[in-house]
T-cell receptor
Framework: EAGVTQFPSHSVIEKGQTVTLRCDPI?????LYWYRRVMGKEIKFLLH????????ESGMPNNRFLAERTGGTYSTLKVQPAELEDSGVYFC???????????FGSGTRLTVV | AQSVTQPDIHITVSEGASLELRCNYS??????LFWYVQSPGQGLQLLLK??????LVQGIKGFEAEFKRSQSSFNLRKPSVHWSDAAEYFC??????????FGAGTRLTVKP
């Protein structure tokens, strides 16, 4: 079974540019989560999809962040325009319905310069 | 405020020595509890989890953790550390099957 795949693994962009991160969850996992770890601090929840619907987006820091999960398969997280404080590691996780078995991807390290 | 606390930012142990990583949570109810490990360049790997029942849970790679309700703690232990255990360890809780809350992480260095 393929795991949760994230790409790119690293991205370096200039302040003001746009970046799109992608997450491919495990096939059949209805639940998809985005998390972020900034500057070695704790890993913080961003949002949760159930299939294509946003179940909870209370962790999204501001309206520069836009997450989508069209068709309930892969998800994208767009940052537009990127700011210096957006630098960090963005993790995606997926989980089947009714199961607490979260599977995390390797993360995307975003550096905004 | 609801939180997950890992009081040790960095721990160094000698190879073969025992290890205990601390985790405390502050929530009204007993959450589901997890320990994850992240090795350099890798994703978060689940070591073990506690939902209910026996308060001593066994995980992968020889790790175990003990849930102590009275102390709101879920400390991770290993009797003999290997050099390959050097990584960052995260304690996490899940309150309602909605999202997971993480501690700040403890970085483990293993001395030869």
């Amino acid at each position: 079974e393929a795991g949760v795949t994230q790409f790119p693994s690293h991205s370096v962009i200039e302040k003001g540019q746009t970046v799109t991160l992608r997450c491919d969850p495990i096939s059949g996992h209805d639940n998809l989560y985005w998390y972020r770890r900034v500057m070695g601090k704790e890993i913080k929840f961003l949002l949760h999809f159930v299939k294509e619907s946003k179940q909870d987006e209370s962790g999204m820091p501001n309206n520069r962040f836009l997450a989508e999960r069209t068709g309930g398969t892969y998800s994208t997280l767009k940052v537009q325009p990127a700011e210096l404080e957006d630098s960090g590691v963005y993790f995606c996780a997926s989980r089947p319905a009714g199961d607490y078995g979260y599977t995390f991807g390797s993360g995307t390290r975003l550096t905004v310069v | 405020a609801q939180s997950v606390t890992q009081p040790d930012i960095h721990i160094t142990v000698s190879e073969g020595a025992s290890l205990e990583l601390r985790c405390n949570y502050s929530y009204g109810a007993t959450p589901y509890l997890f320990w994850y490990v992240q090795s350099p360049g890798q994703g978060l790997q689940l070591l073990l989890k506690y939902f209910s029942g026996d308060t001593l849970v066994q995980g992968i790679k020889g790790f175990e953790a003990e849930f102590k309700r009275s102390q709101s703690s879920f400390n991770l232990r290993k009797p003999s550390v290997h050099w390959s255990d050097a990584a960052e360890y995260f304690c996490a809780v899940d309150l309602n099957n909605n999202d997971m809350r993480f501690g700040a992480g403890t970085r483990l260095t293993v001395k030869p």
